[in-house]
């Protein structure tokens, strides 16, 4: 048995004594990036080989809601009653995700976006024509198409609203259905998949990428690709250290990912000179329930609003637990709790229930008379006006909120209506969206801008369209989107 370096510097090819295996591609990472290129490669009539660390395919993909971001007129959308424009994507998506969203990325990921669903539908994925027409994470029905704040103040008034929101036929977590057919399709295609292998260090050769060294179970096994590796590994949430030097405010809070986000591809196209951006891009996701966040207020640790409760949730989050005082509170009355049905409040109960602003605010910690002005302030133009004139919430979800008022300490998670303390969880989770900076065709490119030979990078081991901020869907969107032109590149070099 050989033991592995963890180094992720490369191996020149005049080192190694032949290669353990051959092919045209090949793709490290066998994820919902990973799939596309593969399945991309394969239909091209290159031979594909892919080279997968876990047990099995899928990745955080896998895992995921299986939300992506489609729009500019599927036929999902036309059977819901939308219209929609890549135009009106891409203002929605340059303002959501942005400041600094890679606007080349986006616009050719708005242009090709309804050809991007037809692809999906081509190979195998079903999208419902029927629309969760409420904020949500992910909705617990089979619904397709759902909002993701598009609707919701300011991108309302920024591009015209429509729900794009795709997603498979499962209820809450669909990512796994979704890979289920991009790895049928994969296989199908001819993609050899090596599970149970996981890629530590690129092969050059005179200054191109020829292949990689593996670990499987401790022995070393060596790849060759004729025309292109691909690097389809997940993000770097995983990794402490990278994290610490390039997104450290997801430091000390929970990790959306498999698990095995460890940043092991980025650090080995950095290895060979690829150059990185945005790596300070990340998702958060705060404990939020957006069915009671519409129909009640969310206030920080000084009990002030900072945005309208009913857009998208993500979004509520990276403004509450990145730039504002925390801890952050749920405020509802009883009658809007009541009107969430239990099983979409996913397990979160009232921490603290009163009649008595005071009370509540002593409770919560909230300093005498914080919660009590912003309550004032919004039951006042909810009983005057029926609007929301601070911070714009839709007219549908606003009405005074009375009697007995709950606070839920969004600290406890959702697995802390289980019973987890506030001091052992923040209620916050995310990943990373920076990575190898790539062209449109997944090409790494050098610090100098210029493509590494035989290099191609998609999904989270790369930057993709995001800027500073993140959107559901997004994810998944441009990692298949860019990994299938990552497959198809590699496959013609
Ligand atoms: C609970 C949850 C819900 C989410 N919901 C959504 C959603 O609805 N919509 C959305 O857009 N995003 C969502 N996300 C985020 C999204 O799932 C990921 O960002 C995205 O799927 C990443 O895709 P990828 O192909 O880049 O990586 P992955 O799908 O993670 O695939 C990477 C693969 O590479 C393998 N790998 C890693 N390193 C190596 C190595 N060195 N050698 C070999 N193999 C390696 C991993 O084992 C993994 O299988 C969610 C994530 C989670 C965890």
């Known amino acids: 048995m ?4 963890r180094s992720s510097k490369p191996v020149d090819a005049d080192a190694l004594d032949g290669f353990d295996h051959e092919t045209d591609v090949l793709v490290i990472g066998f994820g919902g990036a990973g799939a ?17 660390g876990a047990s099995g395919p899928g990745g955080s993909t896998a895992q995921s809601g299986g939300e992506i971001y489609l729009g500019g007129g599927t036929p999902t959308q036309k059977a819901c009653g939308f219209d929609d424009t890549a135009d009106d994507m891409f203002a929605f998506l340059q303002a959501a995700l942005g400041p600094h969203a890679d606007e080349t990325k986006l616009r050719a990921y708005c242009d090709g976006s309804l050809d991007h669903y037809h692809w999906l539908v081509d190979h195998g994925v079903e999208f419902r024509p029927t629309l969760w027409d409420s904020p949500t994470w992910m909705p617990l029905t089979e619904d397709g198409l759902m909002w993701l704040g598009e609707n919701s103040h300011p991108f309302d008034e920024i591009a015209t609203p429509a729900p794009r929101g795709h997603r498979p036929p499962m209820a809450a977590f ?3 259905l979704l890979m289920e057919r991009l790895v049928a399709t994969a296989t199908e295609a001819g993609t050899d998949v090596h599970t149970d292998t996981t ?16 670990r499987r ?10 025309r292109g590796v691909v690097l389809t590994t997940g993000g770097f949430v995983d990794d402490e250290q990278m994290l610490a030097e390039h997104a450290p405010q997801l430091l000390g809070h929970g990790k959306v990912s498999d698990g095995r ?10 290895a060979v000179g690829g150059a990185l951006r945005r790596m300070g891009t990340v998702q958060t996701a705060l404990s939020l329930v957006p069915g009671l966040t519409a129909r ?11 945005i309208n409760e009913d857009t998208y949730p993500g979004l509520i989050s990276e403004a509450g637990v990145h730039h504002q005082p925390n801890p952050i509170w749920m405020i509802i009355d009883e009658a809007g709790y009541e009107e969430v049905p239990e099983i979409d409040r996913m397990g979160m109960v009232p921490t603290f229930v009163d009649d008595d602003v005071a009370a509540l605010e002593a409770a919560t910690g909230i300093p005498p008379g914080g919660l009590a002005a912003s309550l004032d302030t919004y039951n006042r133009f909810a009983d005057e006006l029926g609007t929301d004139p601070h911070f714009h919430k839709a007219d549908r979800w606003v009405r005074p909120l009375r009697g007995p008022l709950a606070a839920i300490d969004t600290r406890l998670g959702f ?11 923040t209620g916050a989770s995310g990943f990373t969206l920076g990575g190898l900076r790539t062209t449109l065709d997944g090409e790494v490119l050098d610090v100098d801008g210029e493509a590494i030979p035989g290099l191609y990078a998609a999904g989270r081991a790369s930057a993709g369209i995001h800027g500073e901020r993140y959107i559901s869907g997004t994810s998944i969107g441009d990692g298949t989107f860019f990994g299938r032109r990552a497959g198809r590149a590699a496959a013609r070099a």
Do not use: H, K, W
């Open 36 to 52: 596309c290129a593969a399945i991309e490669a394969a239909e091209a009539g290159a031979q594909v080989i892919a080279v997968e």
């Open 199 to 214: 890629a530590t260090r690129l092969v050059l050769d005179g200054g191109r990428v020829v292949g990689v060294i593996a």
């Open 174 to 176: 669909a990512g796994m």
């Open 2 to 5: 050989t033991t592995v370096s």
């Open 217 to 226: 179970f401790g022995d070393l096994v060596t790849y060759r690709a004729r």
């Open 415 to 425: 697995a802390g209506a289980e019973g987890v303390p506030p001091s052992e969880s």
């Open 296 to 306: 009640g207020i969310v206030v920080n640790a000084l009990g002030q609003r900072f």
């Open 261 to 270: 986000d460890d940043g092991s591809g980025i650090r080995m196209g950095a």
